[in-house]
């Protein structure tokens, strides 16, 4: 028995990989036992990322050179459509290993939405079945015992953070959602895209992937479970030119009777025990620079000056919760640890 937990992370060259490296090599029970890289393979980790050359780390490997039977749980940053075959392959060489992944490739549990959405049959069905939504708030109770935690996506996240307590409770018409969203860079991933070039992303911002973004049905999923009937969401995600940070803007039609303040009040009641989710007092303004780099998220409420309407905001770090400390936190709970902890540092302002 190990007095630590061993990790591996899968795609630790890339944003999301780092970034777990980054947090995990200051959790007090974590040991970094292995990291993989694709085209960085065989580089020290840090000649890749400067920033963690202090850390002593295993060096970059392919990810077939991994000895799985030394892991207890293995983060997945890989690019969506790469990891179902290599999580098939890490649970059958050590079935007790726990997969933390942070890919879209196991969220969606309906089959024929993920082969719509992501253009070719799921790989390993039978995973996809097994896996839990890794939504740390909303899903804990499974979370705890899952072999498989597939994290959601950035998007997801802030925005079932702000609304699912609110579809739960009816309190807004789950049928009547316009999601305003926008990402800084660091979203697309490590590799070279021309929109994320600075020339081209910088001083701009533009809507991409505009009525067909793949979050779309994974935000859907999540608000039809809450709402106990099939939704569609009206979901346009735009791309700010700064590196971190995400804000989801949230328009939504009242329940008869319901105001901005009870949404506020319940969302204040659901959250009070939860250490990284802070409902902010009337007027106050969810930003992102408030929680870059931390777990938390800000969510604001505000009435509408259209009458029986109102705008849940909310803001995370797309590296952070949106990814690779929502990633820590599940495995804190899989593994009976405080949550937050190697999670609890604030963010960095300005
Ligand atoms: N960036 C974000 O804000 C978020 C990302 N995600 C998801 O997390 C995952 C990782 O994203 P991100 O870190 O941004 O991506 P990056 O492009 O920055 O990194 C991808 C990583 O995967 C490795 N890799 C690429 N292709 C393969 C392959 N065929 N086999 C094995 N390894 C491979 C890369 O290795 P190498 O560099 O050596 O080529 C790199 O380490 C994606 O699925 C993404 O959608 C989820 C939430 C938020
Ligand atoms: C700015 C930007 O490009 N962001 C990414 C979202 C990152 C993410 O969460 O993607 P996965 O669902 O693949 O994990 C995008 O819109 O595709």
Known sequence: MHDKIRIGVLGASGYTGADLVRLAARHPHVEIVALTANTHADKEMGAVFPHLAILDLPRLKAWEEVDWSELDAVFCGLPHGTTQEITAAVLSANPKARIIDMSADFRLRDASVYAEWYGHE??????????VYGLTEHYRALIKDARLIACPGCYPT?????????????????????????????????????????????????????????????????????????????????????????????????????????????????????????????GGIPQT?????????????????????????AAIDNLVKGSAGQALQNMNVAFGLEEGEGLLQLALFP
């Open 122 to 131: 799921h790989r390993a069905p039978e995973l996809q079945e097994e896996a």
């Open 158 to 282: 802030a925005v079932l953070m702000a609304l699912l307590p609110l579809v739960r409770q009816g309190m807004i018409d789950a049928s009547d959602l316009i999601i305003d969203a926008k990402s800084g860079v660091t979203g697309a991933g490590r590799g070279l895209k021309q929109n994320t070039l600075f020339a081209e992303a910088g001083e701009g911002l533009s809507p991409y992937s505009v009525g067909k973004h793949r979050h779309a049905p994974e935000i859907e999923q999540e608000i039809g479970v809450a709402a106990g009937m099939p939704v569609t969401v009206n979901f346009t995600p735009h791309l700010i030119p700064m590196s971190r940070g995400e804000l989801v803007t949230c328009y939504v039609r009242l329940a008869e009777g319901v105001s901005a303040n009870d949404l506020r009040q319940r969302l204040v009641e659901d959250y009070a025990p939860e250490p990284f989710v802070h409902v902010l007092p009337e």
């Open 289 to 313: 620079q408030n929680v870059r780099g931390s777990n938390y998220v800000q969510i604001g409420v505000f009435p509408d000056r259209i009458p029986g309407r109102a705008l849940v905001i």
